[in-house]
C-alpha cells in the first residue's frame, strides 16, 4: 500500500503550507535548524500523520506543534518520515513526569523504582515531552534526544545502535562508540569535564541521545571532541551539519 501513502503524502504538500511567521520566529529561536523547503516539507507530513494531545489541561498549540516537528525532523531529513513508522502519539506534558521502572539484575532479583522525566520514547508508542524542558532547559535539546531514541528502537530494544544502512561497518561504529562511552563514564568518575549532559552515562542508549542532540545543535565541538563517533553519525544521518 505504498501508493496510497505516497498519494496521500502528495495531497498535504499540495494543500498546505507552514506558516512562514512561526517558521521565522522558529529559526531565529533555534538557530542550528536549517532554513529548507526540505525541512519545512517533512514537517507538514509529520504533523499530518502524527496526533498531539495535552497532559493535564495543556493546550497544545501551533507554534508548539511546529517546534516539535521541526526538531522531530532534522534527525530523518534525508532518510524520510518511514523511519517513525508503526506509533502516531505525541505527548506533551506540563512539567517532569514519573514513570514506573522494572529490571531483574543478573542474580533474579526483581528492582522496581519510580523514574522522573523530561521525555520518554514508548516502544512502538507515544513520545512523551515535557513543556518546561521544551521551553526552559537550555542543558538539553528532549524532542531530539526522544526521537532518536525512536530511531534506536526500530531493531528492539534501545542499545545505542540503530538499523545501519548498508555500507557502514558495524565494527566501525561499536568500536567508535564504545571508545567514546568509556572515556565517557571515566572522565565523569573522575569528575573531569564531560561538555556533553552526565545523563548521557546512564546507557549506551543514552550516549546515543545526548552525542545525537549534540551532533545537530553543537556540531563542530562534537567534531572535535568526538571525531569518531561524529563520523559515524555523519554516515548514520547521512548530513554533515559541521561541514
Known amino acids: 500500500m505504498g501508493w496510497l501513502t505516497d498519494w496521500r503524502r502528495r495531497r498535504v504538500l499540495e494543500k498546505h ?5 512561526l517558521w521565522q520566529a522558529l529559526l531565529k529561536k533555534m538557530p542550528f535548524l536549517p532554513d529548507s523547503e526540505k525541512l519545512k516539507s517533512l514537517m507538514l507530513l509529520f504533523l499530518a500523520e502524527k496526533e498531539f494531545a495535552g497532559a493535564h489541561g495543556i493546550e497544545v498549540t501551533d507554534a508548539m506543534r511546529v517546534a516539535i516537528a521541526a526538531q522531530a ?13 508503526g506509533w502516531h ?13 522494572t529490571e531483574v539484575d543478573e542474580h533474579g532479583v526483581t528492582h522496581e523504582w519510580e523514574d522522573e522525566l523530561a521525555g520518554e520514547a514508548f516502544p512502538g508508542g507515544p513520545v512523551v515531552l515535557s513543556l518546561d524542558a ?16 525512536k530511531l534506536d528502537m526500530l531493531n528492539g530494544a534501545a542499545d545505542g545502535l ?17 571508545a567514546a562511552y568509556q572515556g565517557f563514564c571515566d572522565a565523569l568518575e573522575r569528575g573531569r569535564d564531560t561538555w556533553l549532559d552526565p545523563y548521557a552515562a546512564e546507557h549506551p542508549s543514552e550516549f546515543f541521545a545526548v552525542v545525537s542532540e549534540a551532533f545537530f545543535t553543537e556540531a563542530a565541538e562534537t567534531r572535535r571532541r568526538y571525531p569518531e ?3 559515524q553519525l555523519r554516515l548514520f544521518y547521512r548530513q554533515d551539519p559541521a561541514g
Not at 162 to 174: K, N, S, V
Open 162 to 178: 540503530p538499523p545501519l544502512h548498508p555500507g557502514m561497518d558495524q565494527r566501525a561504529w561499536a568500536a567508535a562508540f564504545e
Open 134 to 149: 521544551l521551553a526552559h532547559d537550555p542543558a538539553m535539546n528532549v524532542v531530539i534526544h526522544e526521537f532518536t531514541h
Open 73 to 85: 525532523c532534522l534527525p530523518i531529513l534525508e532518510l524520510g518520515l518511514d523511519w517513525y513508522r
Open 17 to 21: 503550507r507552514v506558516d512562514e511567521a
Open 89 to 101: 502519539g505525541v505527548v506533551v506534558y506540563p512539567g517532569d513526569f514519573r514513570v514506573h521502572r
Open 229 to 231: 563517533v561524529y563520523e
